[in-house]
């Protein structure tokens, strides 16, 4: 039986609802909207102004190989893909290869800028720091709701 509204709020709702989930196009990357999403991504709210935080510098890294990636969080606060100084080198690549040498997962982290954000008199986090383990064949989303003086993360979907 199909789904009736009784007003257009409802409706207004779902939309405001589904706008979240997705980057607008317009802060996506040429290449990255012919590509996939990384199976690495996070997503930024600031809890105090209550919006997303657009702008925060973000580094990922790899513990076991090294590999370092950045990004900078859209409009809307996520990052879907991220930059390699090294051309060839890609999240899911340097997820596979250490499957096969450490065969397990392997340890990752992501670094917010956070000081550079808020301004650093403004804020106890000059950055923080989300450690956490990584199988291939996975997607591992990390949210991070933020304010001067606190943060949260957990496993997103």
């Known amino acids: 039986m199909p789904i009736t509204y009784s007003s257009n709020s409802s409706v207004q709702r779902l939309q405001a609802l ?5 980057a607008p196009l317009s802060d996506i990357h040429p290449f990255t909207a012919m590509t996939s999403r990384d199976p690495i991504t996070c997503h930024v709210l600031d809890t105090t102004a209550g919006r997303p935080a657009a702008n925060i510098s ?3 890294s790899c513990r076991a190989s090294g590999a370092m990636f950045t990004a ?3 409009s809307d606060g996520r990052i879907a893909t991220w930059q390699s100084s090294h051309v060839q080198i890609s999240v899911e690549s340097i997820i596979n290869e250490n499957s096969k040498d450490q065969h397990g997962p392997s340890i990752w982290t992501i670094k917010f800028d956070t000081g550079a954000y808020f301004g650093t008199d403004k804020t106890f986090f000059p950055e923080v720091e989300v ?6 064949g996975q997607h591992y989303h990390v949210p991070l709701l933020l304010s001067p003086y606190s943060y949260s993360t957990y496993r997103g979907s």
Not at 18 to 22: K, N
Not at 131 to 136: D, L
């Open 58 to 60: 973000v580094t990922l």
């Open 72 to 74: 900078v969080t859209n």
């Open 131 to 136: 450690t956490f383990f990584v199988r291939p």
């Open 18 to 22: 589904s706008s979240h989930t997705a």
